[in-house]
Nanobody, 122 residues
Framework: QLQASGGGLVQPGGSLTLSCVAS????????VGWFRQAPGKEREGVAY????????FYANHAKPRFIVSRDNAKNTAYLQMHGLKPEDSAFYYC?????????????????WGQGTLVTVSS
């Protein structure tokens, strides 16, 4: 399973770091994606990191403000978010998949975290 945390209320321009802790499967064999979903909108990709952390992908709305990373020794992935905007407000989800391919394809993920709420507001 995956456990996401680190969300909260932050002012515009602020920063947050989300964490995603994995258990019950070999985390270092899995690629990790971060997604978000705002009320009334579809879930969309934010960032992606391969199992060995050698390759990262970002959605256009995340560049260059967000940074994805992972520590396989801690079974944890991270999403650093800087320069947050009100439109970044959403539930953020981490997900893990064994396969490769188009990283934004939601159906290709094997495990999902429960989501952590990020609210950007003054």
């Amino acid at each position: 399973q995956l456990q996401a945390s680190g969300g909260g209320l932050v002012q515009p321009g602020g920063s947050l770091t989300l964490s995603c802790v994995a258990s019950g499967f070999p985390f270092d064999d899995y690629n990790v994606g971060w997604f978000r979903q705002a009320p009334g909108k579809e879930r969309e990709g934010v960032a992606y990191i391969t199992r060995n952390a050698h390759t990262h992908f970002y959605a256009n709305h995340a560049k260059p403000r967000f940074i994805v990373s992972r520590d396989n020794a801690k079974n944890t992935a991270y999403l650093q978010m800087h320069g947050l905007k009100p439109e970044d407000s959403a539930f953020y989800y981490c997900a893990a998949r064994y396969r490769t391919g188009i990283w934004g394809s939601i159906d290709t993920y094997d495990y999902w975290g429960q989501g952590t709420l990020v609210t950007v507001s003054s």
